[in-house]
């Protein structure tokens, strides 16, 4: 018989609905229940996609003798990390600060009033590698709260009392200049894998943020080593294994530092975040390879995520049925030579394995590969390896397909919107531009109410019902901007201000620090507060970002202020963390640029006025904005008062409160916009 996670609209939910644990959504009835019964909660994190959540789901929520011991001694409650970032932030806060990591499923077991006493991760069904089985700790904690409830209290008090005093250091007054930037390139530098692009060890992820510094700071400065790095790290991803040969997009990170062997999902904010890069990467350097990734990257999100409603799903899995029956991580993507074989043939199976480093061996498990490129592969035969790709994406399809979880993040498709406009516009694919304005057709009609505040999620048309955080606002607000540059409509733009008001209403505190939560959100044992850039730009410094994009589109002092003081933090945490703020001194690039204002009038169908706007559209200055439409026109404020020149579409260019002369040569424009 189902429980209660029946009626939720999350996949990662649903999915444990026909647990024999009888499992609660988070909510206030839930810790009501355990006052009611006496007993602790076990709150168990996870999310769709992740493969250890499917395996102790499996082994343990799905075994009747363990379930029987959670519903006996506990009220056992389940949050999809997706839908509730606040719940997941806060109690992996206290499982990081407890055990020095953290991670996914994330396994914390609390008093009746939210108060964590007990941490952990994944747990297995016996004993192994040094952790207790879940049946042990489910026991040991089961004896704690009832024969040593006070020592349990003091251990819950003393951590909520440690959790509420942390303090984050703002990093004091003034804004991020130059010698704080160059500090940021050289941590960079000295943190690179000359080897193997990207930085650090083992797992490597893919530094998307980190490199839109790096482009950004090359086309202010000219740094040759910062556009060196953001293109080998470019080139090194695309042909790894990371990197999905066949079908496009990107895997969420590979667990070798020559990103050989991805972790296979494959999540919605990566693929969105990289289309944008090598769209950009293309734009500085015209690279074929980055033309072509930033293509596939985006046909992959429309062609595997796009929902029927016209949004984009949040994730693919890392697992799926190798033929057996069984699930396993990778099945749907790897090869071996006897696979080549069967699909190509002999002949064209060897050039195959070649070209793309399968081996006998295998790079990943039972002596199966994952396609990569190898540079040592020799020069290639366009059309048969064309030909070889064909026949085997055709073969690939026939294979049982990893689950997708359906559920419409809005701070993700926000990401994907700006992705997929900028894509489309820079490289002359319209219907990438149209999937884009789809997509935040969706956001305006279900996720956001007559008062602009946003949902977070949504599953197959239907609104769920967590109320959307700072990243939501802040990315979905950077996406209908650039929406609102690529279109020329400028209703996006309107629509971002009404996103980014909320923000400075409900989200920021005294001295322009930002919160995660907005002022009149449920409250949680603290309030969540992170300025650091992850997988995805942290809400804080994509808040930044769009609030100093609307600015130089509005003119606004409100909004500038406000991103100049949250990007105080970028001052004192860019020189000391850059890996982990990178989004942060992207947005600062866009500062101390200008950021440069662009309007371009003229009539929509004259080609002085097209040409005028295809080379804005091209300009790689850091965070430039770029209105478009008649003389006079009302859509956007960059086009009051600009009149044609002598009768012929023209370009003005505005920098740090300072406007050039207007031009009508493109030419001109064009060195405008560089340094």
């Known amino acids: 018989m189902p429980n209660r996670l029946a009626h ?124 207790p089985s879940f049946a042990d700790v489910l ?23 440690d959790l509420s005093a942390r303090s984050l250091a703002f990093g004091g007054e003034g804004v991020p200049g130059e010698p704080e930037l160059a500090q940021a390139l050289l941590g960079l530098t000295r943190e690179y894998d000359a080897a193997s692009g990207g930085f650090g060890g083992a797992p490597k992820f893919p530094p998307a943020m980190v490199l839109e510094f790096l482009l950004r700071h090359h086309a202010r400065t000219g740094a040759e080593g910062a556009l060196q790095m953001a293109a080998h790290t470019c080139e090194a991803m695309a042909r790894g294994g990371i990197y999905d040969q066949l079908g496009g997009g990107f895997a969420r990170y590979a667990v ?55 949004g984009f799903a949040s994730a693919l899995d890392a697992d799926s049925d190798d033929g057996t029956g069984r699930h396993v991580e990778g099945a749907y993507y790897v090869w071996t030579p006897e696979q080549l074989a069967d699909v190509l043939g002999e002949d064209d199976a060897r050039y195959a394995a070649r070209y793309f480093g399968v081996t006998d061996e295998g790079t990943f498990e039972h002596g199966s590969s994952v396609l990569q490129l190898p540079q040592d592969a020799g020069p290639a ?40 406009a900028e894509t489309g516009a820079l490289l002359d694919r319209p219907d990438l531009v149209e999937r884009a304005t789809e997509a935040a057709d969706l956001l305006v009609r279900l996720h956001l109410d007559d008062g602009a505040r946003l949902t977070r999620t949504s599953k197959d048309g239907r609104a769920g019902a967590n109320a959307g955080v700072l990243e939501d606002y ?79 589109h509005t003119g606004s002092d409100a909004h500038r202020a406000a991103a100049e003081r949250a990007l105080g ?17 992207a947005v600062s690039e866009a500062l101390l640029d200008g950021p440069r204002e662009v309007a371009v009038v003229g009539a929509p169908d004259d080609g002085g006025f097209q040409a005028l706007r295809r080379t804005a559209l091209h300009g790689t200055a850091p965070g430039a904005v770029l209105a478009t439409g ?35 040569d493109p030419a001109e424009l064009g060195r405008r916009l560089s340094r």
């Open 8 to 131: 939720e609209t999350s996949p990662y939910l649903l999915q444990h609905a026909d647990n024999p644990v009888d499992w609660w959504p988070w909510s206030a009835e839930a810790f009501e229940e355990a006052r009611r019964r006496d007993v602790p909660v076990l709150l168990s994190v996870g999310y769709s996609s992740c493969h250890w959540c499917h395996v102790m789901a499996h082994e343990s929520f799905e075994d009747d003798t363990t379930a029987a011991l959670v519903n006996e001694h506990f009220v056992a409650v389940k949050v999809d990390r997706e839908e509730r970032p606040d719940v997941d932030a806060v109690y992996m806060e206290a499982v990081q600060a407890a055990t020095g990591q953290g991670g996914w499923p994330m396994t914390v077991f609390l008093t009746p009033d939210a108060a964590p006493f007990y941490f952990g991760t994944y747990f297995p069904p016996e004993p192994r590698h040094g952790m």
């Open 139 to 161: 026991d040991g904690v089961a004896r704690a709260w009832a024969e040593r409830r006070d020592e349990v209290g003091e251990v819950a008090g003393k951590i909520v009392k």
């Open 256 to 310: 070798d530092r020559a990103w050989v062997v991805p972790h296979f999902e494959k999540m919605l904010y990566d693929n969105a975040l990289l289309c944008r890069v090598y769209a950009h990467l293309w734009r500085a350097t015209g690279s074929e390879l980055a033309r072509r990734v930033a293509l596939e990257t985006a046909d992959f999100m429309v062609r595997e995520l796009r929902t029927p409603e016209g």
């Open 381 to 420: 035969d366009a059309a048969r390896i064309a030909s070889v790709k064909e026949r085997l994406l055709a073969a690939r399809e026939e294979r049982a397909r990893p689950g997708r979880d359906d559920k419409i993040v809005a701070a993700w498709n926000g990401l994907a919107i700006a992705a997929l």
């Open 474 to 552: 802040a990315d979905v607000a950077e996406g209908f901007l650039a929406l609102a540059s690529v279109t020329g409509e400028g209703v996006w733009l309107e629509f971002a201000g009404f996103l980014l008001d909320i923000v400075l209403d409900r989200f920021t505190a005294e001295g322009g620090a930002l919160y995660d939560t907005a002022h009149d959100a449920e409250r949680l044992i603290r309030r969540p507060q992170d300025p650091t850039d992850s997988a995805a730009p942290s809400g804080w410094t994509a808040a930044a970002g769009a609030l100093l994009t609307y600015a130089a």
């Open 569 to 585: 933090v970028v001052k004192a945490l860019g020189p000391r963390a850059p890996r982990f703020i990178g989004w942060g001194l």
């Open 630 to 664: 008649t003389p006079g026109g009302e859509e956007f404020p960059l086009l009051r008062d600009r009149p044609l020149v002598d009768g012929a579409a023209a370009a003005y260019v505005c920098r740090h409160f300072v406007c050039d002369a207007p031009t009508t």
